[in-house]
């Protein structure tokens, strides 16, 4: 139980979370969205010195109350229509992508939006080049392609979710190279050339290096611990289950040569 519902328990009706006080802040005329988002700065930032009085002397506790039972409901459909048969794998796919797309379109800048008009008369143009949000125009075959900036832009994506799942990406791959490879490799039989936020590209002293090239004293430990890294191996049914689970490694490539010349620069 969390404190909030734990001083709600013993009657507490002042306790709040910080999602309930800006909901009630905003319904307040004595407070406009400009002042909570400075009063809110100003708890972040410096939570021992916050007059309390100017927020009612509302107790304020910070909780996480992540809101993604959405995705994870996706997921568990995803791999139910994979043990479902061949004629549902197309769908699966199809939901693969509906998840994925989350990433992308929570973080996405919508600053960077515009607005496209076509216009074939020149004056027209013209006078739309003289306007203040005016990006940019190309000639197209005798018409104009008009590109105009946004005069308002509602900025209501949820990037904490976009953020979230970068810095976990992030966070899985240094777990796979430092309590994975480097603890079950020794050094000279592999070599990092790529690693990106979802995968790994690694050069191994033996064709099979899951079954070769592990530290004599520590393939016992990596037989008991393999499935906390990859998928099972155990039956076709379980590896295609397991498959889609985030956070484990599968092969997806292979080759004999790669050139890595510098970041973002690979053959």
Known sequence: MDAVSEARREGDAKVQTISEII???????????????????????????????????T???????????????LLMQLKSLIKGG????????????????????SGMDKSKHKEFCYEPDSAKVRAIVEKQNFHSVEE???????????RRIKFNNPIHLSIAIYQLAKLRMLQFYYDCIDYYFDRSDFQYQEMDTDSAYIAFSCDNPFEECIKPALRNHFTQH???WFPSDRSKEDAAFDRRTPGLFKEEFRCNAMVSLSSKNYI
């Open 140 to 150: 197209l075959a005798g018409s104009y392609e008009v590109s105009l900036k946004k």
């Open 226 to 228: 393999k499935y906390a």
């Open 23 to 57: 909901l009630e802040k905003l319904k307040n005329s004595h407070s406009t969205e400009v002042e909570l988002i400075a009063a809110m700065k100003k708890l972040l930032l410096d939570p021992e010195n916050i007059d309390m009085e100017a927020l009612d002397s």
């Open 86 to 105: 061949d004629n549902k794998e197309m769908i699966a796919e199809m939901m693969k992508l509906v998840g994925n797309s989350a990433f992308g379109r």
């Open 59 to 73: 107790m304020i506790i910070l909780t996480s109350k992540p809101k993604l039972s959405v995705i994870a409901e």
